[in-house]
């Protein structure tokens, strides 16, 4: 039951429901207080009603003031009410007819009386007592309707709208409820009625399937009930029912909708909230406990975009990992603790931003996640490496610069080192980190990262010393410091001069280094040595010696090899200096010394060819040209086997060519590509042949030379630029079948630089002319005029009077077959194929003119004219029919001449058009043969004596 202040002892209502409400009357009927008792006091409030209400009913009659009366019935009306509703309490027996009636008879009697809206409240409570819902949802309409100023009003509409809401009407309750929380503020009503018509208009939006705009009345639910700031920590133990409702409801909703998206645009559009954090985290469990593990995960993702600096992220991400494990969802995992790491790492934005509790957290889970993944990625990419492994007997791929790993090895182990590192990074002095250090090391080796790994190999024997000892894995970490020093060594050949110096002086320390802390390793002296030779490629000679010496007297002593090695060095150091002949004999004396099965002899021997190279080079710098080419060629007799003899005999014949020395360069090149085809520098002979062929007058030779060079060009420019001096090499030596092939290959291969096609097609037309090869030469003509055609805008004056030449060569071959053609009878099959003919040779003229060479354009405008002449001439010419009489003769002259004459007068037109160019500075040989044409033609206009200046001027 809903009215009135209710049993005393009953148990708490259900939030959001009627039965939590207050009632609007218990603070309007203070005459009922007077009658109202306990439970354990109805026999004695029964016989206090009934005394009231005789003594009502006594003075009734007695009263004559008619509002009196009225009011009088009304205290009736309401003790008849209280005392119906005290026996359907203790006995559940339906005695409200009579408080029914009285109220019925009031309205019906006053129904404009003031105060009604009362008795419209109390007839809608007996009609509820009754369960009369439709009476009782009526009695409310009027109240709501006709009282809207009623101190009953928020009450009754709230009453009325969980009637529509019980009946299913959900949109009529919805609106019914939004009247009560508009009204509610304005009227200072009961608190809880707003909380409640909140709730409920949710509700009503929740039934209809308006699931967004049921949340947003949920959050204004929870705006009241949670308004503070602690709010994320607790809600208020008042509302505690209330609150759980909602999160589930809420769920609900978001549930039917599209889950976290919703969530993250419901508080998007209303705006962060306090209590935000624990519908993210209500919702989530309730997913997790509907094993939604999916969408669960999606609602911490969408928290976290959301607040990404919040103290919760990083602890809702490892919800996520802890979702996920629930679920069995194990291979996603990985990525997520990763994920973590990058979020909120030493190297995040969050770590410098993050409160001491956050840290403390997130440094937790960092000293668990970096070392596991790491230790993952390490083994990950070792089963990648495995698995990737060439079959026994396949050649290793050789890489300068990069490993061999697979892509998949490659990026497990950059990821296991950026976890090693960040390790180190974030736990400084954590006993552990050594150990991490020298695993960072070992993957930056296997990526061949060989800086980072030096320098954490470093780390790890020089800094993490105690109270003087180092750390069991100095010595190691500092020896393979060493040899990861001199693979990195291996990638620096595309280094500068300054670059490399610096590089190798960090390594020259870094030996150093290694031998000054550990003087006894037994690997000591083999670091000094390379030391050594370091201070000889630095070509400090001075320093060479007397650190050969000290490694010579190294204790315990150093292995013989390495002394031998040492004075082998003084032969290197002659030769540094530039002491060839000494350097020479130094090399054999050091031959004579080594076993016979010594592998180092046949290098031994190089040095003594390079020695003998040396002085060949002083020689030819001092311009003694005879001893040097003799010197280069001694190398061959000093070590035949040596790869220099090629490089020597090659540069006997490169100093005879820049001695202009042409016959002897020609003779030993030559040599030289025979002794040595597949030499490096085979490739280059064609080139100083062809110049000392050329040199020579040689053309077809040096043409031959070139031709090769096409067969070896890098590039298609270079092929390009060779293949058309070939062809002008041929040219020039008169050679038509290897000159038409070689241009023919250039204009087939290369259309464009366009203008040296045009010159390449031009030439070709030209030869095969010169072989009468008709059909050849228009080919190359015809593609002449194509290629300006396709672009006209890129050609250039050449190109397009190539093109106009090209075309009057065509148009000249079709005005002569045009003339050719006799009209003879019967004329009207010789004049069709004259007229054919004409049409060709016009379009071909025409075509001519169109490339704008004026020579050209001339000739094609005095030719079109003339044929059209012709062909009236030719008319004229033509075949008379046998057996004709005079007067058919006659009349068949006549009538040639009208056909005739319109070719006549074509032509003039043509002429005159010629001619009018001599206005434009234009009068060469066909603007002077139109003039002549149209004298004979015209002779009234044009066969008059010259006029003078002054008359041109009157006529123009």
Known sequence: MWWGSGDGG?????????????????????????????????????????????????????????????????????????????????????????????????????????????????????????????EQLQSLDTLVTSYPDSDYWVEAQFRRADILFVNGRYSEAEVAFDEVTRASGEQNADPSFLMNAHYMKGWSQFKQGDYEQALLSYVEVLDLIMPGEEAAEAS?????????????????????????????????????????????????????????????????????????????????????????????????????????????????????????????????????????????????????????????????PQSENRSNLSSEAEDNFRQAAAYYAEFAATFPDHPRTPERLFLLAETYIELQEWPDAIQAFERVAYDFSVDGEQNERAAEAGYASVLAFREYSRTWSNETNDDLFALQEMQQLNRLRFVNAFPQDSRAPGVYYIALQREFDQQNLDEVIPMAARLAAWQPAAEPALVTEALLMAGHSLFELARYGEAEQSYRDALAMMPVEDERRAGIQENMAASVFRQAEQLADAGNVDAAVSEYLRVGSVASASSLNANAQYDAASLLVSSARWGEAIDVLNGFRTRFPDHELADTVPAKLAFAYRETGQWEKAGDELSRMVAMADTPEERRENLQIAAELYDQAGNEDKAIDTWSQYANSHPEPAAVYMEAANRLAELYESRGDLEGRDVWLTRQMQKVDQNPEAADDRMRYLAASASATLARDALAYYDSIRLTLPLNESMAEKTRALEQAVQAYQTTAGYGISSFSTEAGYQIAQIYNRLGADLMDSERPEGLSDLELSQYELLLEEQAYPFEDNAIDIHEQNIRRAREGIFDEWVQRSYESLRSLLPGRYNKPEVTAGAVHDLG
Do not use: C
């Not at 990058?342 to 957290?361: C, F, M, Q, T, V």
């Open 236 to 396: 208020d133990q008042r509302y505690q029912t209330l609150t759980e409702d909602l999160f589930r409801v809420v769920g609900l909703s978001l549930s039917y909708l599209d889950g976290a998206e919703t969530l993250q645009a419901l508080f998007r559009q209303t705006g962060s909230r306090p209590y935000e954090v624990l519908v993210y985290d209500r919702y989530s469990k309730l997913l997790v406990e509907r094993e939604r593990y999916s969408d669960a995960v999606d609602v911490f993702e969408v928290y976290i975009h959301e607040h990404p600096d919040s103290p919760w992220a990083p602890r809702y991400h490892m919800r996520i990992i802890d979702t996920l494990e629930l679920a069995g969802f194990d291979k996603a995992i990985p990525d997520r603790k990763a994920e973590f790491i990058k979020r909120y790492g030493i190297y995040s934005d969050y770590w410098p931003e993050a409160d001491p509790e956050a840290l403390a957290y997130i440094e937790n889970q960092l000293e668990i996640l970096l070392p596991e993944l790491a230790d993952r990625h390490y083994l990950l990419a070792g089963e990648a490496r495995k698995q990737a492994q060439l079959p026994e007997g396949t050649p290793e």
């Open 10 to 134: 009953a148990s708490e209502a259900r939030p959001g429901t009627l039965a939590s409400l207050s009632s609007a009357n218990s603070s309007n009927t203070p005459d009922l207080a007077v009658v109202e008792g306990k439970p354990d006091e109805s026999a004695e409030v029964a016989v206090s009603l009934e005394s009231v209400m005789r003594s009502y009913r006594d003075l009734l009659p007695l009263v004559d003031d008619p509002a009196k009366q009225v009011t009088i019935r009304h205290r009736l009306a309401d003790l008849e009410f209280a005392r119906a509703e005290r026996i359907m309490t203790d006995t559940a027996e339906d005695d409200l007819s009579g408080a029914i009636a009285a109220y019925t008879n009031l309205l019906a009697e006053y129904p404009d009386r003031k105060g009604n809206d009362q008795i419209y409240y109390q007839l809608a409570r007996a009609w509820e007592l009754r369960g009369r819902t439709e």
